[in-house]
């Protein structure tokens, strides 16, 4: 799809104080962000959040009860739906059955008056790789073909900004991993701004160049994925994206850029000092499932790599061989399971239920969070729903 420069009224899209309250209950609380011109930006968050609240205030379709929307140097808080730069691609396609995919794409700019509206549908179509099924009617397609073609009408009117509420959420894992390339793909190609709404941890992570975790109104912790997910800050953001193994420990000793924590049998664990909060002795030592490594006990000479941290004693109490890895539940000494995702490189090194392990993980792949933080925020919630 050719290019002529920006969208009209396309730029930064700046939410300052942006809040919405329903009655007491406070949806959006005192929201604050800028989502550069051109980028994919994802709002990810269990139901009530407030992510889908905020998409509906950016679209126009909620009133916030206070801050300001710009788009660029444009203030758009209060303008109608129909005259924000912005578009919206739903979970439910809101297709018109009795058009074609070619009339379907067509029909804002025909009700628009624009010229060349062939043209820019023919490019369109070709970017969404829609072209052979132009003539086709929406019961003719694919769930994943007809999330195409929602995205390639909204596309075809080049908008300040891309909405998507949940756009893959109807569609089968395969078919859903399937389309996270091919909508970044999209991205990329049109340079649009993106924002996207969902509460699946690896689509935000698959697609955004930046991701706002949010909770209860407000946002966790935003950054790019890798980030996120190697520095949690919260155990909100610990245990939502993705899963982390969080242990009750008690900082000893701060030398330079290095921390002694104790864990609660006095094992001694070594964390890099920029990873452990300052001014804080009760922490939650954090390490994710895949940075952990089982050794047989007793480990034999030279198995334990050099500076590792270790955790004896422990018991295999699952084991679950899922293909590409094994997960398993491990019992330390003081009673607590941690999980272990170790990957598949033949059955024969496999660990049973029942033997006794070592537990292995690198200082660097170790973080700490203030243990007045509750341990389980983030665990308890419903992944499959949105709000």
């Not at 272990?340 to 537990?359: C, H, I, M, P, Y």
Request: charged letters at 20%; one cysteine or more; a negative charge.
């Amino acid at each position: 799809m050719t290019s002529s420069g920006p969208p009209a009224g396309s730029g930064d899209l700046t939410l300052s104080s942006l809040t919405k309250r329903f009655g007491s209950f406070v949806a959006v609380d005192d929201l604050s962000l800028t989502i550069p011109q051109g980028s994919f930006f994802a709002l990810l968050g269990p139901s009530g959040c407030g992510k889908t609240t905020t998409l509906r205030m950016i679209a126009g379709l909620e009133e916030p009860t206070a801050g300001e929307i710009r788009l660029g140097d444009r203030d758009i808080t209060y303008d109608k739906p129909y005259r924000r730069p912005v578009n919206t691609v739903f979970q439910s396609y809101a297709l018109f059955p009795h058009m074609s995919v070619r009339e379907n794409v067509a029909f804002g700019l025909k009700r628009r008056g624009v010229a060349n509206v062939a043209k820019q549908v023919d490019e369109v179509l070709e970017l969404t790789e829609l072209g052979q099924l132009a003539q086709r009617k929406p019961s003719q397609l694919s769930g994943g073909q007809q999330q195409r073609v929602a995205l390639a009408r909204a596309i075809v009117n080049k908008p300040g900004v891309l909405l998507l509420d949940e756009p893959l959420g109807a569609l089968d894992l395969k078919l859903r991993r399937q389309m996270q390339v091919e909508l970044k793909r999209i991205q990329t190609e049109v340079g649009l701004t993106f924002v996207h709404v969902t509460h699946d941890q690896e689509e935000a992570m698959t697609m955004a160049d930046t991701i706002a975790v949010m909770n209860s109104g407000r946002i966790e912790q935003m950054g790019n994925p890798a980030d996120l997910y190697e520095n949690p800050v919260t155990t909100f953001a610990a245990n939502f994206l993705g899963q982390s193994n969080l242990i009750r420990s008690v900082v000893k000793e701060r030398v330079a850029e290095s921390v002694v924590a104790t864990l609660p049998t006095g094992i001694a664990v070594r964390l890099a000092g920029h990873r452990v909060p300052a001014e804080v002795n009760e922490v939650w030592v954090g390490v994710r499932p895949e940075k952990l490594t089982l050794l047989d006990e007793p480990a034999g000479q030279g198995e334990v790599p050099a500076r590792a941290n270790t955790i004896g004693g422990c018991i295999v109490t699952d084991a679950s061989f899922i293909g590409v890895s094994t997960q398993y539940l491990v019992k330390t000494p003081w009673g607590q399971e941690l999980m272990v995702f170790e990957q598949n490189q033949g059955t024969a090194g496999l660990s049973k239920v029942g033997d006794r392990v070592v537990l292995c993980f690198a200082p660097e792949h170790t973080f700490a969070l203030d243990a007045s933080q509750d341990a389980d925020a983030g665990i308890e919630l419903d992944p499959e729903a949105s709000s």
